[in-house]
T-cell receptor, first 111, second 118 residues
Framework: LAKTTQPISMDSYEGQEVNITCSHNNIATNDYITWYQQFPSQGPRFIIQGYKTKVTNEVASLFIPADRKSSTLSLPRVSLSDTAVYYC????????????FGSGTKLNVKP | GAVVSQHPSWVICKSGTSVKIECRSLDFQATTMFWYRQFPKQSLMLMAT?????????EQGVEKDKFLINHASLTLSTLTVTSAHPEDSSFYICSARDSKAAKNTEAFFGQGTRLTVV
């Protein structure tokens, strides 16, 4: 069973910052939080991963509160090409990232 | 960066025939790979865990005799859909992580294989 809950869809406009929040109330001590992006008819693509606090890379930031029961993916200044489905996953690195996918969030970026 | 490659990208087969899909890790070794299935407008569903040198582990409700998995080397896992039927038409995706990397290393997904059974 999926361990995560996300909004089914979100709308945004080009140039805006988008924040997608994910709930994972039953996250285990060994679990990492990973976000993937998927375009139609393509495999998921890694965006960012974190364990606690804040992680930032060249494309996104990931905010994780102290209790780790939720996380927020932040996409700065989105463009039309960011229209995709975003999946929040929690995985145990000891199991080689065996993921059970939730519904994901369909982000629609409008001009 | 690490790449996982699937072949073929798409395949059309007749009902009753078998289809083999390959998943390769191109620049790392993977003792464990995962196979997923995705129907249109739905999320990915984990089908099975492919283990190098041993039997695959199937998720509940997935028929092991219909979806044969072989993981004969550290860089290759194959999924064979046997006696395919139209309801098996789907997008099949594999994933893998470098077995020698740190435990928090991300998993990489293949580009997917679109199977259409006619």
């Amino acid at each position: 069973l999926a361990k995560t809950t996300q909004p089914i869809s979100m709308d945004s406009y080009e140039g805006q910052e988008v924040n997608i929040t994910c709930s994972h109330n039953n996250i285990a001590t060994n679990d990492y939080i990973t976000w993937y992006q998927q375009f139609p008819s393509q495999g998921p693509r890694f965006i960012i991963q974190g364990y606690k606090t804040k992680v930032t890379n060249e494309v996104a930031s990931l905010f994780i509160p102290a209790d780790r029961k939720s996380s927020t993916l932040s996409l700065p200044r989105v463009s039309l090409s960011d229209t995709a489905v975003y999946y929040c996953l929690v995985g145990d690195g000891y199991n080689f990232n065996k993921f059970y996918f939730g519904s994901g969030t369909k982000l629609n970026v409008k001009p | 960066g690490a790449v996982v490659s699937q072949h073929p990208s798409w395949v059309i087969c007749k009902s009753g025939t078998s289809v083999k899909i390959e998943c390769r890790s191109l620049d790392f070794q993977a003792t464990t790979m995962f196979w997923y299935r995705q129907f249109p407008k739905q999320s990915l569903m984990l089908m099975a865990t492919s283990n190098e040198g041993s039997k695959a582990t199937y998720e509940q409700g997935v028929e092991k005799d219909k979806f044969l998995i072989n993981h004969a080397s550290l860089t290759l896992s194959t999924l064979t859909v046997t006696s395919a039927h139209p309801e098996d038409s789907s997008f099949y995706i594999c994933s893998a992580r470098d077995s020698k990397a740190a435990k928090n290393t991300e998993a990489f997904f293949g580009q997917g294989t679109r199977l259409t059974v006619v």
